[in-house]
């Protein structure tokens, strides 16, 4: 290693060491030609050798202190940056610095993975319910028109499950599939609502849509911002099942934001819950009533609207119901 070092340290400093030669012969020669009398050559050679040599072994030493400590962390061997110089002190800054952004997207990577082998166990937990609800109806042969409402009731839970993975995959190439752009929002909403239309029948729920402006314009991304819309609407379903109450949804305009408010009459979220509505695969106590809470929408509806730029609410009371706002920016 002291080889490796000392051979690189001579072709560092060998321009150095040229240069300072022919400067130093330059000098000589050229008080020798002025005054051809004085002769005295090995004098001033003495002075500027030995110089030359105090500057190499003070810079020497430090670059090999330096370097053999770099050596070593090339050799994946522990050794801690002792810089001696303005340059070597760049240098470490420098490092430091890239094994902290190292270091943060090793941390970043280890919990999407974790985050996604917690969800695919959680997902696939999910998934076995609905099928064995579905063979056991089988199995019955379908005796009647309930059983037949019943297994489409659970094909459709399956088939939901089922988008809520195939979002969460997506959701780490989010960046490269998305496009911003105008979207016409009551016709999102509206599409959002006739396609979850069997729902509304199937539970007894009525949509309503109050609006004092048809033509709004906000800037999202529309199929993004229709996944977003359809899971809210879908967990106000749910929690309003079987209670004939209406499902409204407010849009009002303010300035230049666009504010949609879906609210439902249905159970409501207890007050100790709130605080963690968001976090993936926390159902709460509403969880335990509803076996087909999952903890995944409202955690997928946050982490769209933040890489949307949209703002995203919940203010919800026990027993009286949950409303949640969505807010865009308009095209003036």
């Not at 106590?285 to 609207?305: P, Q, T, V």
């Amino acid at each position: 290693m002291m080889k490796r070092i000392l051979s690189n340290y001579l072709k560092d400093r060998a321009l150095f060491m040229t240069f300072y030669l022919m400067s130093f012969i330059c000098v000589i020669g050229f008080f020798y030609l002025s005054d051809p009398i004085r002769n005295e050559i090995l004098y001033p050679v003495y002075i500027g050798f030995f110089f030359l040599v105090v500057f190499l072994l003070v810079d020497g030493t430090n670059y090999y202190q330096f370097n053999k400590r770099v050596q070593l962390l090339l050799m994946d061997e522990y050794a801690e940056l002792q810089p001696k110089s303005k340059e070597q002190a760049q240098m470490k800054q420098l490092l430091d610095r890239r094994n902290r952004q190292t270091n943060a997207e090793h941390s970043q990577l280890v919990e999407q993975h974790k985050e996604g082998m917690a969800f695919l166990s959680h997902w696939i937990h999910h998934l076995k319910t609905p099928v064995s609800v579905m063979e056991l109806i089988l199995d019955r042969q379908l005796e009647n028109e309930e059983d037949m409402k019943r297994l489409k009731q659970e094909n459709k839970m399956l088939h939901t499950r089922i988008e809520q993975g195939l979002t969460m995959i997506r959701m780490e190439r989010f960046e490269n599939d998305f496009e911003i752009r105008a979207v016409h929002l009551i016709t999102s909403l509206r599409e959002v609502i006739n396609e979850r239309k069997s729902d509304f029948i199937y539970n007894s729920v009525y949509p309503l849509i109050e609006c004092e402006q048809e033509e709004l314009l906000v800037l999202t991304d529309k199929k993004w911002n229709n996944i977003m819309l359809d899971q809210v609407i879908s967990n106000a379903i749910k929690y309003s099942s079987g209670q004939g109450k209406k499902m409204i949804v407010r849009v009002e305009r303010e300035h230049q934001r666009v504010i949609v408010s879906i609210t439902d009459h249905g159970i409501g979220i207890p007050p100790y819950d709130m605080e963690r509505i968001f976090d993936p695969f926390f159902t709460g106590e509403n969880g335990r009533e509803f076996r087909h809470s999952s903890g995944i929408g409202l955690y997928l509806c946050k982490k769209i609207a933040e890489k949307l730029d949209h703002a995203l609410s919940v203010h919800s009371e026990l027993n009286k119901g949950t409303t949640v706002s969505i807010t865009y920016l308009t095209k003036s």
